[in-house]
């Protein structure tokens, strides 16, 4: 309980948390790839981390705010794949113009995440059930839509969510700037913001003292869903079409992320600012193994590894 | 502790009712909508399917019974189908299999270390060991298929014995020796109490971690069982093997009134509910519908078996 008002407080700052161990295993990967292989190192490469990273670290900032309210969402990876095809499917076969067919795979991104915000918060399902029912929803739908095809052929304006650049910034970066700016104002600054916290460090007291908490948590999945929409946006840019499967998995990276970057699955500990950490980590995890030959199963291997590894010390710590 | 082994009547009966109700509905639906349906072929395609889905989600029932979940069981039974495969296939039958389990059964333990002693969420330790199991599967296999194996082995998926197939007999054995164990053993009325209420269970002095240990081992082990009678019965495997059935598996103990809170439900639903989810397979083939609707039934089917019985016991108990 003494904790609380502390994260409360921290929370209410927004200021820098002590420093989440994914800080420490970024420098040593970094340390380690860079002598493994020259390639690692090169300004090419780097930048390519950190255009990978771009989606990453949007899904992961909404997946944060679901994690601190001791949810979890596992339909994220699925649902950016049914934002995607859905802007493509009106791109290419309906020939709608660009802001309509983004409207609406925003409109689709947060519908899902009212739809698992509504059955977390008002049903009182478990989280992790609602959005692994929602995720074989969503990945069954964007397969029906495509009968498991890529769609192909997409204008190209829309190209410019991945290459265009803007005051010398790519578009990717500028995206993941403003989203990191928003989410940092609504969890800092907000009523919104202490309340996430807060649902996760004690929803009882919240209840009790007649804070709407079910109305929040459906805001924080839906939000969490729109983020997935916004990423949607990068990742078919960057295939250049649009395909059902382009985000599987996508949720475990984030979760691992969040993870790592000190946010705990209890109590409404953590904050973006390691998210941030921990998406770059895990994104030159995956790079850097890359580069010494191990393909995408043994990325994920380690990547499961790291997740289980970061919450067992979580786990250990809490307890001493 | 009595009050959480004692089931409430009333949320047994809500359970027992609709789930009947849907059996009936879907019989009655779909011998309308084909004259395949009733046909002695056609049920013993779903009575097999059904025993499959069972096999795979009986060892996460007692799981769920304990108030955990296992989200690791397809990627398990992935890994260790290939495992066994590889073996088999060079004509190593039983130390094929015995690999297959001690593969399942070491996953579980991990599981199981990590919820009990560690004290990880489960629903987090099972997920990565899902991932770990999934990418460990495909550097094994090196996205090769194993097939061929011998008519011996075969036998346990795609043999018949006395008319009846055998992945229903085995799937009836199961059923009886897990029934007996939950409710005539010490261990399992031990699993329905720290479903019902940890600190009790805990407090009366319980082996609580040990149990939980066994309990997350078993699942593993059941897993790799079921990996093995779904190999013998396509008479191949890779390692996109049982990447689709942790859905299914869960959709099954749901269906079966198995309380995700733990605590209350029993493996005879859990049968009851792989039948169901047979049913439905079997009708959405044979009504032409795509595959890839399957997924979306299995999520919806999950949510609304949840959402019905979470919302009975708001509103009436």
Request: charged fraction near 10%; hydrophobic fraction near 60%; proline fraction near 3%.
């Amino acid at each position: 309980m003494s904790a609380v008002p502390r994260v409360a407080q921290a929370a209410a700052l927004g200021r820098l948390p002590e420093l989440p161990g994914a800080a420490y295993l970024f420098v040593l990967l970094a340390a380690g790839f860079a002598l493994a292989t020259p390639e690692f190192a090169s300004a090419r490469n780097l930048s390519n981390i950190g255009l990978q990273a771009a989606a990453l670290m949007i899904v992961s900032f909404g997946m944060t705010l679901v994690i601190l309210t001791e949810g979890i969402d596992l339909s994220l990876g699925a649902v950016l794949g049914l934002c995607g095809v859905v802007m493509s499917l009106l791109l290419v076969g309906q020939g709608a113009p660009l802001w309509a067919a983004v409207a609406a795979a925003m409109a689709v991104g947060i519908a899902a995440g009212l739809v698992n915000g509504a059955l977390v918060a008002y049903a009182a399902m478990p989280p992790f059930i609602v959005t692994l029912g929602t995720y074989g929803m969503a990945q069954s739908l964007a397969m029906v839509l495509t009968s498991g095809h890529s769609i192909t052929g997409l204008p190209a304006a829309v190209r410019w969510f991945n290459e265009g650049d803007w005051l010398g910034l790519p578009v990717p970066i500028w995206t993941v700037l403003l989203v990191f700016a928003l989410t940092y104002l609504l969890l800092y600054h907000t009523r919104f913001g202490r309340y996430v916290f807060a649902i996760g460090g004690n929803r009882r007291a919240l209840e009790l003292s007649g804070v709407p908490v079910r109305a929040y948590l459906v805001a924080v999945y839906a939000y969490a869903g729109f983020l997935a929409a916004l990423a949607s946006f990068i990742m078919t840019a960057r295939m250049n079409a649009g395909h059902p499967t382009i985000a599987i998995g996508l949720e475990f990276d984030a979760i691992a992320a969040v993870v790592l970057g000190g946010t705990s699955f209890e109590k409404g500990r953590g904050g973006i600012w390691g998210t941030v950490v921990g998406a770059l980590t895990v994104a030159l995890l995956r790079n850097g193994l890359n580069l010494i030959g191990l393909g995408t199963e043994w990325q994920v291997a380690v990547v499961g590894l790291v997740i289980v590894s970061a919450v067992a010390v979580d786990a250990l710590r809490s307890r001493a | 502790m009595i009050a959480a082994v004692q089931r409430l009547p009333a949320e047994v009966l809500f359970v027992v009712f609709t789930r009947a109700a849907v059996v009936a509905a879907l019989v009655i639906l779909l011998a309308i909508a084909s004259p395949h349906f009733l046909t002695s072929d056609n049920l013993v395609v779903i009575l097999r399917q059904a025993a499959l889905q069972f096999l795979l989600a009986a060892g996460l029932t007692l799981v769920i019974l304990t108030g955990g979940i296992d989200l690791s069981v397809g990627a398990v039974l992935g890994l260790a189908a290939c495992v066994g495969a590889a073996l088999i296939a060079k004509g190593l039958v039983v130390a094929g299999v015995a690999a297959a389990l001690l593969v399942g059964l070491a996953c579980g333990l991990v599981n199981g270390a990590l919820v009990a002693y560690i004290g990880i969420p489960a629903f987090i330790a099972t997920y990565g060991m899902l991932w770990v199991a999934h990418g460990l599967g495909y550097v094994f296999m090196k996205g090769e298929v194993i097939h061929g194996f011998a008519p011996g082995f075969r036998g346990l998926g795609a043999g018949f014995l006395g008319g009846i197939p055998v992945p229903v007999l085995v799937a009836g054995a199961l059923l009886l020796v897990l029934h007996v164990l939950l409710h005539l053993t010490r261990f399992g009325r031990a699993l329905y109490a720290m479903g019902g209420n940890p600190d009790a269970a805990r407090l009366v002095g319980l082996p609580v971690k040990k149990y939980l240990l066994a309990v997350y081992g078993l699942s593993g082990a059941l897993a790799a069982f079921a990996g093995l009678v779904v190999i013998a019965r396509v008479n191949a495997a890779d390692s996109g093997t049982g990447e689709e059935l942790l859905l299914t598996a869960i959709a099954a103990v749901c269906l079966g009134g198995t309380s995700l809170f733990g605590g209350v439900g029993g493996i005879v639903g859990t049968a009851v509910g792989a039948l169901i989810l047979a049913l439905v397979v079997n009708g959405m083939n044979m009504l032409g519908i795509a595959t890839f609707w399957q997924a979306f039934a299995m999520g919806a089917i999950v949510i609304l078996a949840v959402l019905a019985d979470v919302s009975f016991k708001r509103r009436f108990l």
